[in-house]
């Protein structure tokens, strides 16, 4: 199996910036997706950005311009680099794995391993 551990989260004004990292570990599968999902007090997660094995990525709408999210290719590591933070970025924020390619999921049903999450409150 797989284990994420995430990290990074804090409490930051509005126009500041955070970085979140996701360190794996366990079983690597020759093809998997990374994704970061925020989630809401009583909400499902939503998708926020995601990178391919071949290092594609994808972002919500809300976030283009703003967030990066990268990977290390010695470490596995996952990155979540937010910049121009906004109250609404607000929430607890999870990094996740799927097996395979991201192949456009935006769900997190898609999603077969998670980490704790790291809360991120902006004001």
């Known amino acids: 199996d797989v284990q994420l551990v995430e990290s990074g989260g804090g409490s930051a004004q509005a126009g500041g910036s955070l970085r979140l990292s996701c360190a794996p570990s366990g079983y690597t599968y020759s093809s998997y997706c990374m994704g970061w999902f925020r989630r809401s007090p009583g909400k499902n997660p939503s998708g926020v950005a995601f990178v391919d094995s071949d290092g594609s990525t994808t972002y919500a709408d809300s976030v283009k311009g703003r967030f990066t999210i990268s990977k290390d290719s010695a470490s596995n590591t996952v990155y979540l680099q937010m910049n121009s933070l906004k109250p609404d970025d607000t929430g607890m924020y999870y990094c996740?794995?799927?097996?395979?390619?991201?192949?456009?999921?935006?769900?997190?049903?898609?999603?077969?391993?998670w980490g704790q999450g790291t809360q991120v409150t902006v004001s």
């Open positions: 996740a794995q799927r097996i395979g390619a991201c192949a456009g999921s935006w769900s997190y049903r898609d999603y077969d391993y």
